[in-house]
């Protein structure tokens, strides 16, 4: 099993930047695809990015797109989002997922769910 823990939540004005980190257990997380999803009050929780099990394969959706950066560090257990130009809109609750190998853009096809970071942007 894998289990995640998320930090690096926080308030942030509008055009600022964050960098949330998703820390995982155990020695397999190099077999496991990551995703990143947020959640708003009175939203579906919405797919954010994702990355391959080697980090070779990125993937964001559009309202992201030229912002927000996925990535891994398999050495060190970890995978951030570099969020940067960040709107208010981007005000949710961050969660980190995983799945095996395969990354994917559909939350229930993920296993493992870390408890979320909250991030608030203000006008």
């Known amino acids: 099993q894998v289990q995640l823990v998320e930090s690096g939540g926080g308030l942030v004005q509008a055009g600022g930047s964050l960098r949330l980190s998703c820390a995982a257990s155990?020695?397999?997380?190099?077999?496991?695809?990551m995703g990143w999803f947020r959640q708003a009050p009175g939203k579906e929780r919405e797919f954010v990015a994702a990355?391959?099990?080697?980090?070779?394969?990125?993937y964001s959706t559009d309202s992201v797109k030229g912002r927000f950066t996925i990535s891994r560090d398999n050495a060190k257990n970890l995978v951030y989002l570099e969020m940067s130009s960040l709107k208010p809109e981007d005000t949710a609750t961050y969660y980190c997922?995983?799945?095996?190998?395969?990354?994917?853009?559909?939350?229930?096809?993920?296993?493992?769910w870390g408890l979320g970071t909250q991030v608030t942007v203000s006008s």
């Open positions: 997922a995983s799945r095996p190998i395969v990354s994917s853009s559909i939350p229930r096809e993920y296993n493992y």
């Open positions: 155990g020695r397999t997380f190099s077999s496991y695809a």
């Open positions: 990355i391959s099990a080697r980090g070779d394969s990125t």
